[in-house]
């Protein structure tokens, strides 16, 4: 036994020192021993007994032990720390037994490598947040470029392009026919002037986009009037009164998808009436907001479209976008009937 105690002691894993009754050192033993003051010294005389006399004193009265757990000495060299028992001795002094706490260490080490994992992985969230927030405000921009190409393709291209081939036009009767040249110019500056104010229009509606928007109510009854002064023709609008307040995304792509609509069946559909219907539903998952616009004009085939016209891939873009949908039914000499749909955001019902 008294060997085992020698080989832990000379191997620096325990170390033991003992003291007189007026608490003065009398031995020092082991490497672990070193944190206490030399031989003939009062044990106080260090760091972690320091203004402890009253304590040892109460210790060496009744004597008692108290352990000093989880100690970090530093004359033990980095990172170790040490359990020390205190006790008073039969000599009438105290015993001091330092033991190295090898698992002490260990566990800091275990807690210092999670700390640091987790701070990787909070590291590397923030990263991973910001690089979505950095994709989703490209992607609003790729998509508000998108948009205002289409806008200017709409106006600003078609009414070129009109102008162009009235010029051409112009340009091949002027000798022949100089009395409809003068008309051709006529109409060509029209198409100029009306080009350049749905430009205009376009351009103001990119501007305002941060203005407070309309209800959905509001905003679509705006567009028929619109239509109702440009063009002689029939109007009918069934509009539920929870939809009519709405507001937000929903409401904003619905007025947009009803105003391409319109410019559609003005341009294209020679009808004598429109139809509007707009309703929110409930469904299973959740509420949706729905849109029905027909009109009974030529119609078209949805299949044969022209190329390079986006007005109506600009629609179900919109509606993509919000989780919706929109779809077109026409046949020739059968009208057009659109709907579009797309599902309200918790926020949009509150209000709405
Ligand atoms: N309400 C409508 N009535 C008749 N034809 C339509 C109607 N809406 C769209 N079309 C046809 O579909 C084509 C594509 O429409 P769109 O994508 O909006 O392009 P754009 O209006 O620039 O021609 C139009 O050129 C037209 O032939
Ligand atoms: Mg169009």
């Not at 009398?26 to 006399?53: D, H, K, T």
Request: glycine share 8%.
């Amino acid at each position: 036994m008294e060997e085992d105690v020698a080989l832990a002691l000379a191997n620096g894993h325990i170390g033991f020192a003992r003291t007189d009754a007026r608490l003065r050192v009398l031995a020092r033993e082991g490497r672990l021993s070193q944190w206490l003051p030399e031989v003939g010294a009062n044990c106080c005389e260090c760091a972690l007994l320091f203004g402890m006399e009253d304590e040892l004193r109460i210790l060496l009265g009744n004597r008692s032990a108290f352990t000093l757990p989880g100690v970090h000495v530093p004359e033990l060299g980095d990172g170790l720390r040490a359990n020390i028992v205190i006790q008073a001795n039969a000599q009438h002094g105290l015993s001091i037994l330092t033991m190295a706490d090898y698992g002490a260490g260990e566990i800091e080490n275990l807690l210092t490598a999670e700390r640091r994992a987790k701070q990787m992985a909070d590291e590397k969230l923030l990263v991973e947040t910001q690089r979505a927030n950095v994709q989703t405000r490209i992607n609003a921009i790729t998509q508000e470029r998108a948009r205002i190409a289409r806008d200017l393709h709409d106006t600003l291209v078609q009414a070129m392009v009109a102008v162009l081939a009235n010029l051409r036009l112009v340009l091949k009767v002027m000798d022949a026919d100089p009395q409809r040249a003068i008309s051709e110019l006529g109409a060509t500056e029209r198409l100029a002037r009306e080009g350049l104010e749905s430009a205009r229009v376009a351009l103001a509606q990119i501007r305002s986009n941060d203005i407070p928007p309309l209800t959905l109510g509001a905003s679509i009854r705006a567009l028929l009037e619109q239509l109702r002064a440009r063009l002689e023709i029939e109007v009918t609008l069934d509009m539920q009164p929870e939809a009519d307040d709405l507001t937000g995304l929903v409401a904003e792509g619905l007025s947009r998808v009803a105003e391409e609509a319109l410019r559609n069946t003005e341009r294209h559909a020679r009808a004598h009436l429109v139809q509007i219907e707009v309703r929110l539903v409930e469904r299973p998952e959740g509420r949706y907001a729905l849109m029905r616009l027909s009109d009974d004009g030529i119609g078209f085939d949805p299949s044969d479209l022209p190329s390079l016209h986006f007005g109506l891939l600009g629609m179900s873009e919109q509606m993509d976008l919000l989780g919706g949908r929109m779809s077109i039914e026409s046949v020739k000499g059968k009208g057009v009937e659109l709907s579009a749909e797309a599902p309200l955001l918790n926020m949009e019902i509150e209000r709405g």
